[in-house]
């Protein structure tokens, strides 16, 4: 699903940015609630690559596991954010009037609904450079293919 909204968001947006992907073969068997990754991919075309008509936008996907976690991480070399700013974004703290943060409180509410406390979710940027989002979710807690409900 993530693969055919990135397709529909390069036609909109002229194929104004790349993705390329890392995914640990072994990780392929794990399964993830919709629209997990998509909020998150929209925000780098959204929000990071504003402004940066001049650069060609870049997206990087990677999927992997670390430790007894399942990380999977969007990385963009788009307009970045400062500390402050993502601080109030994690902390739920954006007003509604800023339109920002929907994406990343809904995601993180879906992350906590389905894999409990110890999922999550962590942003690292520098302005002007990159943002990198991981979300990390219990081994232990995801369903793998074919597994019964």
């Known amino acids: 699903m993530l693969k055919t909204y ?46 940066t008509a001049e650069e060609l936008g870049e997206i990087r996907i990677s999927i992997y596991s670390d430790d007894d976690f399942l990380c999977l991480e969007v990385e963009d070399n788009g307009r970045g954010m400062t500390s402050e700013q993502i601080e109030l974004l994690l902390s739920g703290k954006l007003q509604p009037s800023e339109n920002s943060g929907i994406g990343v409180e809904n995601v993180r509410a879906r992350l906590r609904l389905h894999f409990g406390e110890r999922a999550g979710i962590a942003i690292e940027s520098e302005p002007g450079k990159f943002t990198r989002t991981t979300l990390r979710i219990p081994l232990s807690a995801c369903r793998r293919k074919g597994d019964k409900e």
């Open 6 to 51: 990135i397709y529909l968001m390069r036609i909109r947006y002229s194929n104004g940015f790349e993705v390329s992907y890392n995914v640990n073969e072994k990780c392929l068997d794990y399964q993830i609630p919709r629209l997990t990754l998509q909020p998150i991919v929209e925000n780098s075309i959204t929000h990071g690559f504003d402004d």
